[in-house]
């Protein structure tokens, strides 16, 4: 059985930093591309970053030169470095593996940016 599990989220003040990681079991997880979504309340859902199998990275503009993805594989880890929060960053923040037609989601983890 897939599981995705993140961490790291929590209450942080304008301008601190936080690290999310996600740990999978039950994927090939080096076969998977793997992302970070975030939502925040009456939004939709938002691609925020994303990292191939082979290491390429993309990003949302908004959260370009604050935010890194990076994998290990031999952890089955993503993480997301955010730094320079900002309290528009608040939502919560969702895990992704995608490859071809499977697709699997993490549970989330809340990320809050407040003074």
């Known amino acids: 059985q897939v599981q995705l599990v993140e961490s790291g989220g929590g209450l942080v003040q304008p301008g601190g930093s936080l690290r999310l990681s996600c740990e999978d079991s039950?994927?090939?997880?080096?076969?998977?591309?793997m992302s970070w979504y975030r939502q925040a309340p009456g939004k939709e859902r938002e691609l925020v970053a994303t990292?191939?199998?082979?290491?390429?990275?993309n990003y949302d503009d908004s959260v370009k030169g604050r935010f890194t993805i990076s994998r290990d594989n031999t952890k089955n880890t993503v993480y997301l470095q955010m730094n320079s929060l900002e309290p528009e960053d608040t939502a919560m923040y969702y895990c992704?593996?995608?490859?071809?037609?499977?697709?699997?989601w993490g549970q989330g983890t809340q990320v809050t940016v407040s003074s």
């Open positions: 992704n593996a995608r490859r071809g037609s499977r697709n699997f």
């Open positions: 039950g994927l090939t997880f080096s076969a998977y591309g």
């Open positions: 990292i191939s199998m082979t290491g390429s990275t």
